[in-house]
């Protein structure tokens, strides 16, 4: 049975959803793709497995102290999403890769609408980070949480990475 917990972050609160003791959902507010309330589950304790983890590593993060998160994930989805949701995970912090690109990387040059779509449906976005892919032209297209989110994230990462240089 799922559960959930909600936690406060620089981009609103984000609804932390575990099944099976594994992370399984990250939700934004007004998140397009986002499931019902209902398929949430009961709350947790926020102090329980794993969502203390979770909480944790999105704290650093959002305090430009973590680049990659290893909260285990128990994700749904047909076997596509689930490997553009791996190739995602391998995407630099700070940096991008265009749609067209990440199909490339999954052999299949021509299925960067695909990819977009699959990315859509991230169910753990920041975790998974789908914000890192953009058009084409670089431009930022598409993002469930919202373009103006996604426009913070890469400008934080960015800067963090920046400032962690020198």
């Not at 799922?2 to 007004?30: F, K, N, Q, R």
């Not at 944790?56 to 047909?78: K, R």
């Not at 699959?118 to 469930?144: D, E, K, M, Q, W």
């Not at 960015?158 to 240089?165: G, H, S, Y």
């Amino acid at each position: 049975m799922p559960a959930h917990v909600v936690i406060h972050s620089p981009v609103g609160p984000l609804t932390l959803v575990a099944t099976d003791g594994a992370l399984s959902g990250l939700y934004m507010e007004l998140q397009r793709h986002r499931p019902s309330e209902e398929t949430f589950g009961a709350p947790a304790d926020p102090d329980t497995e794993p969502f203390a983890t979770a909480a944790a590593q999105l704290a650093a993060y959002f305090a430009g102290e973590l680049t990659e998160f290893d909260v285990p994930l128990h994700l749904h989805g047909t076997p596509f999403q689930k490997r553009v949701w791996a190739a995602l995970q391998e995407i630099p912090y700070g940096e991008t890769i265009t749609y067209g690109e990440l199909a490339a990387e999954l052999g299949n040059p021509s299925a960067s609408r695909a990819v977009g779509l699959a990315n859509g449906r991230n169910p753990v976005g920041l975790i998974v980070p789908c914000h890192r892919v953009v058009g084409s032209t670089g431009s930022l297209t598409g993002y469930g949480g919202g373009l103006d989110r996604k426009r913070h994230l890469l400008d934080f990462e960015r800067k963090t990475r920046t400032a962690t240089l020198f």
